[in-house]
Nanobody, 115 residues
Framework: QVRLVESGGGLVQPGGSLKLSCTTS????????MGWYRQAPGKERELVAR???????NYADSVKGRFTISVDNDKNTGYLQMNSLKPEDTAVYYC?????????WGQGTQVTVSS
């Protein structure tokens, strides 16, 4: 059973930075694209960044230039570096494969951007 565990969220002021981590027990990121998703209160979950096999990346327009997705396959860990955070980035952030797998959703990590 694959388990993805997100960490690294917290409370940060506008303009600040956070780095999220997504750990898993096996090398699934070596053979699958990976995505970071977020869900804000009252909104649907959305894809914010993905990293494809081969290393190319794609970002939602709302985070382009501010967020960076990466994977360390030696550590079976994915990352989302978030800079220049805005209040509208406040959400629960999840990692999953891309396309997402229903049974792989974890608890997520809360990111709150507020002064």
């Amino acid at each position: 059973q694959v388990r993805l565990v997100e960490s690294g969220g917290g409370l940060v002021q506008p303009g600040g930075s956070l780095k999220l981590s997504c750990t898993t027990s096996g090398p699934i990121f070596r053979v699958n694209a990976m995505g970071w998703y977020r869900q804000a209160p009252g909104k649907e979950r959305e894809l914010v960044a993905r990293i494809n096999l081969g290393g190319s990346t794609n970002y939602a327009d709302s985070v382009k230039g501010r967020f960076t997705i990466s994977v360390d396959n030696d550590k079976n860990t994915g990352y989302l570096q978030m800079n220049s955070l805005k209040p509208e980035d406040t959400a629960v952030y999840y990692c999953n494969l891309f396309p997402s797998i229903l049974g792989f959703w974890g608890q997520g990590t809360q990111v709150t951007v507020s002064s």
